[in-house]
């Protein structure tokens, strides 16, 4: 049966490539790379003679229409890549594994590099759930408006890629629009030259403008959002759960009856209600733990 296999390669340490990718791209028929230059150097490396294919988001859906046909029609089994970490993250490979799932191919996605879960498991900050972002907009107007929705989200974990060139000018902008957020940024993960700046959003954007090679190597940002909280303490979100516990506690309701009451007795939107719930419930089982 043809397969389709997704395949992680490293971020930046060539030691992070495991034997079960080595021996995949060497047994498979055909190699999808985002960069064939920059994988051709991986296989040299790893002495993988595999054939490649150029995959990337500017031929990712004719690509992917041809790739599938090919599959179908000379059961090949193919692998994707990406010039580093896992394939679909941030990267092309969305189109192709869509229409592989449509035609029923098997996929078979290899364990690997990730900068998202590495950046995460050693920022120090809470990994219960978080809300990646991949690249936001650089457009000023537009960059913060992204900002501006991560900080309504009640997701308090936020996870962003940032280039070189932009990283002094995201920082400071999450220090207009979340100055209380926790921060941890880091760069070059897994290299020669892997660095971290930990603190406050201020203290951060102080440490980026007086490293020296601030310039040099990708970012990952990996942030907390203390604001949301204290927006919470005060907005009228909180009062709308106090008025839900009490018709829990009082009325014997279940919660959506609480929640329909506060509808109909014009306390609140549906919409708001039911994200005050949400809250309530998260508590309730968190306290049952």
Known sequence: MSRLYIVPTPIGNLKDMTERAVETLKECDLILAEDTRHTQKLLNHFDIRTKLVSYHKFNEKTRSEEIVNEILSEEKNVALVTDAGTPCISDPGYELVKRAREEEIEIIALAGASAVTI????????????????????????????????????????????????IINLMEIISTIMPNSTICVMKELTKLHENSFYGSAEQVLEKLKNHEDVERGEYVLVGYNNDWEENLSTGPAVS????????????????????????????????DAYKASLEVKKFIENYNK
């Open 119 to 166: 950046a995460l498991s050693a920022a120090g900050i809470d990994t219960y759930e978080f809300a990646f972002y991949g690249f936001l907009p650089r457009k000023k107007s537009e960059l913060e408006e992204a900002l501006e929705k991560i900080k309504k989200n009640s997701v308090k974990t936020f996870i962003i890629y940032e280039s070189p060139k932009r």
């Open 240 to 271: 709308l759960q106090a008025i839900l516990f009490d018709k829990l506690i009082q009325k014997y309701y279940s919660l959506k009856e609480a929640v329909n009451e506060v509808v109909e007795e014009g306390i609140a939107s549906k919409n």
